[in-house]
């Protein structure tokens, strides 16, 4: 049984302000996605990527993929299918475009370029282990507030805490995220139909079904290029490494 990487890469980046879709925004000269599925293609054990696009940008990202071949250890097939509104239709849609002989899934956000292949190994060998999800996470530097929703009237005013969970017990998420494939194909088949603002990630979908998520440590390195300033950390990782 094979193990696949499914890669969001569908989403536009308003966080990072005006330009090309994210995915698609050079990182030390070569697109961000691309560094995504080298990371994922880096694993031994993974030897298919599918990569989500923007909805109608799959020409382009098929395109963008063929002039920047895998090579070497990192060989892998890659597929490019077009992707939808909410990054949990994305995944769904890559999910639908996977071959039924693969048994474990990543999904990798294409945001985070960098995550190194050990923590994508760990992944791996978690699910193999048994485990139905597995999280890469660390705990948090910052405490964490609760807030009130906001009310219509409350519009303008300052926002009001509600409470502070015990930092200790927190953990900051990333991916990939790892999955038994039939456990995240049903999580998706039952919440598909609420998808609204869709889920912010796959293990929570699993959670949802009442299955186990594990964890696995995550990696500074594997951060979500979310806003401007995580650009300007990026190309200094990209940097140290080629150092
Ligand atoms: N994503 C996706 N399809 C969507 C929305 C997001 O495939 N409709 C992907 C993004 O391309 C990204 C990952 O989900 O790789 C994580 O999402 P996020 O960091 O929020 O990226 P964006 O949605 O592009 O950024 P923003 O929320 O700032 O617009
Ligand atoms: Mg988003």
Same mark, same amino acid.
């Given at each position: ?40 293609? =880096? ?5 298919? %990527?599918?990569? #989500?696009? /923007?909805?109608? &940008? $799959?020409? +382009?990202?098929?395109?963008? !993929? ?70 890469? =996470? ?5 405490? %964490?507030?609760? #807030?009130? /929703?906001?009310? &219509? $009237?409350? +519009?303008?005013?300052?926002? !009001? ?83």
């Amino acid at each position: 049984a094979r193990t696949a990487a499914v890669i969001p890469a569908a989403g536009r980046g308003v966080r990072l302000g005006p330009g090309a879709p994210k995915a698609l925004r050079a990182l030390g000269g070569t697109p961000m996605l691309v560094h995504a599925v080298r990371a994922m293609a =880096a694993s031994r054990a993974v030897s298919l %990527v599918v990569v #989500v696009a /923007p909805p109608d &940008g $799959a020409p +382009e990202v098929r395109a963008l !993929l063929d002039d920047h071949p895998l090579t070497g250890h990192d060989r892998a097939e890659v597929l490019v299918v077009p992707g939808g509104e909410t990054r949990q239709e994305s995944v769904r849609l890559g999910l639908a475009a996977l071959p039924a002989d693969v048994a474990t899934v990543l999904v990798h956000d294409a945001a985070r370029p960098l995550v190194p292949v050990d923590t994508v190994d760990a992944v791996i060998a978690a699910v193999r282990e048994g485990a139905p999800a597995v999280v890469p =996470a660390l705990p948090l530097a910052d405490t %964490v507030k609760q #807030v009130g /929703p906001r009310t &219509g $009237a409350a +519009e303008g005013e300052p926002e !009001l805490v509600t409470g502070t969970p015990e930092r200790a017990l927190l953990r900051a998420v990333q991916t990939p995220q790892g999955f038994d494939r039939r456990t995240l194909d049903a999580a998706h088949e039952k919440f598909a139909a609420q998808e609204g603002e869709g889920a912010t990630d796959d293990a929570g979908m699993v959670e949802r079904l009442g299955a186990p998520v594990v964890l696995v440590p995550g990696h500074e390195e594997a951060f979500k290029v979310t806003r401007p300033l995580d650009l300007v950390l990026a190309e200094a990782v990209l940097a140290r490494r080629r150092a």
